[in-house]
Each structure stands twice: as structure tokens, then as C-alpha cells.
């Protein structure tokens, strides 16, 4: 096989491409295998005559077509990593000349762009330290404590987090207004679910007890008949429950996770919490290592490949909100947004994402990283048992020629975190000291001896 590549304007590449003698017949007897049991020659069984006899009935370029079919392929994914190009769409692909001799066509195709690449080799970013405050573990332990709490009904008078069940009815001016009414309604004092003021002046009632509310709605409030204006609500208090959170001691604690004591469900407490914040730490400095290499990168980037990450990101959505039992489209409309709006949204995360993955094949490039046969097969090992699929089957779905420059461009990314700096946070400006004002001397109070002489 022989190949010529130009490359022209646009990222655009013209290969002509030569499969010789020997190749093409290999494909014209794959061709015949695959046919020869659909056709029928008359003096043999069905099915059985001799590729020459059909070449003599039918003419020698019988099986070509199918053997083209059969070859291109292949060629062209050897012409491309040949060349070590790039191509980003489908090729248009056209045959100029075919014979027993073998064929040549021509393909014109988009490739990825050129890329330059600015500081990349140790970059420097600060990092911050993982902490774990005491608000940190007290905080955990306030949610678990909601989340154990139980309610009872309380005689006595709400107070702040208490919940509620009341009938009101509201008025303006007098007259009573849409939207005002409800019976039975369940309101957490401090929740903010009502208009300011409301909530604060139901705590000290009890249940049985009636009450106006007196509260002005806001300016910017959603109804306009009602922006601005001040407002009776008449409340009856039916219930009031009372959250009971359960004590902090060591009961708490063997209640709620495998530990004897509360010292010893703090520490672990702790591990959780800093693992978490490490994580968070890492992930954080790897994204500022990537926006800070990204401040030298220069490309043009094809709306293609653009549109194409986007597709892949609404898959992912699509797949991540069918977890949670939503279509898509039911996604959309609980959002309210449209898929234009969706995908606008999206779209400075799928450049993002389309120029870290060029800036690290190029790193690749740039630093002579190689994908070996025994790293292309462990992969399609690893992507088989993920995915529960035979070993085949993921070869078909992803070529080699994918494969090698996913993998390339994950060791570009390691070889960028690997070799970037970790700068020290800046240490906290010293508090200034608090001024003082200055004292005035006292004054000695005056005597019946001054003026004499002493």
C-alpha cells in the first residue's frame, strides 16, 4: 500500500491511497467466501462453483466492489496512523481507479488542529492543606442528630424550629385575597417558607391559640396586587410539634455507628471529613494546574468538535437523570429549559474539555509518548469487564486508532500533574492592632495649700 497526504487550508487533509496487487486480492477471495453461497451457476450444487467459473459468467470485476468494501477500511485506518493524523469527522471518500491490480482512492478529511502549547513542564499553582475544623465534626454531628430526631406533639409554647399546623386566612384592606387561604398547613418557625415576619410572630402561642399576624408583602413580591402592601393574616394554631434531638453522649454514638464512645465516633469523624477535603484539595489543584497551562494554549477549534463533546455530555446526562427514573425530556420541562438552553449552557464546559484533551496528545506529542501493543490490550481488557461486554465486541466498537489517542492523551495529563509545583497558600495578613485611644494624663486635684511654697 502506498500513500500520498497534503494537507490544506482548514485543518484539511487530501490522502490518496494505493492498496496494491496482493492486498486486493485477498479481499476479492473474501469477497467470493462471503457471496459464492447466494449464487447459483447452472452444471454446479448451489453454492458451489469455482470463483473462476462466476468471474467467467459474470466478468473478472464481479467481486470487486465487495472486495473495496471489504479492504477500505482497514486501509485507510492504516494510511492515517501512518501519518499520525487526526481526522474529526468522516472522511469523503472517492475510488479513481480499479483493476486486478488493485485500486486507489482519495480521502478528504478534517483533522485536529495544530496546537502550541505555552508553559506545561511544572507548572505552578498553590495548594491548600486539608483541615478539619471542630465546626467541621460539630457540624456532622448536628446532621446526624436531625436525622435521628423524633417529633412529638408539645403543649407547650412554639418556640424557633418548632413545627406548626395552622388554618389562616389573609386580607388586604379588609378583603380577603387569592391565594391567602389554607387549612391545616405544616410551617417550620425559622424555615423563611413565608413572608418576613410571619413565622417570628407565632412563637409563643400554643395550640388552640388565635392570633392576627400583621406582616407587609414585599416589594419585588411575584403577585403585583399585592407587592408592597400590608396584610392581616388570622391564624389558628391546631398543633404544635416539637423537634427532640437525641443528647450528645456515648448512647449517640453506638446508636448511630460502630464505635462505643463519642471521643472515638469524633476521630473517625475526622479521617472522613479530611479524606473528603484532601480529595477536594486534589481535585482543586489539578484544575487550577489545568487552567494555568491552558493560558498558553492557541488553536482554532472546529465547531465540530465542539458540537461533538456536547452530544457526548448530554448522553451522560441523559443516562444520569434516567437513574434518578426521568427521561430526558422530563428533565427539561421540571427545569424549564429547552434543549437549545441546555446545550448552551454546556458549551464553555465542552470547550474546556475539547481543548485540555488536544493540549494533552499534544503534551504526549511533545514529550514522545508511545502506546504499546501489551497497554492497547490490557485497556480493551479493562473496557470488556466494565462494561460486561466480550473482548470483540469492544474492539468493534472503539478502533485501535480511538484507543491509542485516548490513552495518549491520558499520559499527557499525568506527565502535567506529575511535573507541576505546589506553591504554599499565602500565609493570613497579621490582624493591625486595634487602636486605643489614648489616655489623657489625670490632673492632681487642687488643694488649700497650692501656691504655697513647698
Request: hydrophobic share 35%; glycine share 6%.
Amino acid at each position: 500500500m502506498s500513500v500520498k497526504v497534503e494537507r490544506k487550508e482548514n485543518d484539511m487533509v487530501e490522502m490518496e491511497v494505493t492498496v496494491g496487487r496482493e492486498e486486493f486480492e485477498k479481499a476479492v477471495e473474501t469477497a467470493f467466501r462471503r457471496s459464492a453461497h447466494k449464487i447459483n451457476v447452472p452444471g454446479f450444487r448451489h453454492g458451489k462453483a469455482p470463483r473462476k467459473i462466476i468471474e467467467k459468467m459474470y466478468g473478472g470485476s464481479f467481486f470487486y466492489e465487495d472486495a473495496v468494501d471489504i479492504s477500505f477500511p482497514a486501509a485507510y485506518e492504516d494510511a492515517v496512523a501512518e501519518y499520525n493524523l487526526d481526522p474529526i469527522e468522516r472522511p469523503d471518500i472517492n475510488i479513481t481507479a480499479i483493476s486486478g491490480d488493485g485500486y486507489t482512492f482519495t480521502a478528504s478529511v478534517r483533522v485536529a488542529p495544530e496546537v502550541k502549547l505555552g508553559e506545561y513542564k511544572g507548572v505552578s499553582v498553590v495548594k491548600n492543606k486539608a483541615v478539619c475544623t471542630d465546626e467541621d465534626i460539630n457540624a456532622e454531628l448536628e446532621r446526624l442528630r436531625t436525622r435521628n430526631a423524633r417529633v412529638e406533639t408539645s403543649e407547650e409554647p412554639l418556640e424557633d424550629g418548632d413545627t406548626a399546623v395552622i388554618d389562616f386566612e389573609g386580607f388586604v384592606d379588609d378583603t380577603p385575597f387569592d391565594g391567602g387561604k389554607a387549612e391545616n398547613h405544616s410551617l417550620t418557625i425559622g424555615s423563611g417558607q413565608f413572608i418576613p415576619g410571619f413565622e417570628e410572630q407565632l412563637i409563643g402561642k400554643k395550640a388552640g391559640d388565635s392570633c392576627d399576624v400583621n406582616v407587609t408583602f414585599p416589594e419585588e413580591y411575584h403577585a403585583e396586587q399585592l407587592a408592597g402592601k400590608p396584610a392581616v393574616f388570622k391564624v389558628t394554631v391546631r398543633e404544635a410539634k416539637r423537634t427532640l434531638k437525641p443528647e450528645l453522649d456515648d448512647e449517640f454514638a453506638k446508636d448511630v455507628s460502630e464505635f462505643d464512645t463519642l471521643d472515638e465516633f469524633k476521630e473517625d469523624i475526622k479521617k472522613r471529613v479530611l479524606e473528603r477535603r484532601e480529595t477536594e484539595v486534589k481535585d482543586k489543584f489539578e484544575s487550577d494546574v489545568l487552567e494555568k497551562m491552558l493560558e498558553g494554549f492557541e488553536a482554532v477549534i472546529p465547531d465540530i468538535m465542539v458540537e461533538e463533546q456536547l452530544d457526548s455530555l448530554m448522553r451522560d446526562l441523559e443516562y444520569r437523570v434516567s437513574m434518578q427514573g426521568l427521561e430526558l425530556e422530563q428533565y427539561l420541562q421540571l427545569t424549564g429549559q429547552s434543549m437549545d438552553e441546555l446545550r448552551g449552557q454546556q458549551r464553555g464546559a465542552a470547550e474546556r474539555h475539547v481543548k485540555c484533551d488536544l493540549a494533552f496528545r499534544k503534551i504526549a506529542e511533545l514529550e514522545g509518548f508511545t502506546v504499546t501493543e501489551q497497554e492497547l490490550a490490557d485497556e480493551y481488557a479493562k473496557l470488556a469487564e466494565r462494561y460486561r461486554m466480550p473482548e470483540k465486541d469492544i474492539r468493534k466498537a472503539i478502533s485501535e486508532r480511538s484507543l491509542k489517542r485516548d490513552l495518549l492523551g491520558l499520559k499527557g495529563s499525568e506527565f502535567l500533574i506529575e511535573n507541576a509545583s505546589e506553591l504554599a497558600p499565602p500565609a493570613p495578613k497579621p490582624r493591625a492592632p486595634r487602636k486605643t485611644k489614648k489616655k489623657e494624663p489625670v490632673s492632681q486635684p487642687e488643694t488649700e495649700t497650692k501656691g504655697e511654697e513647698q
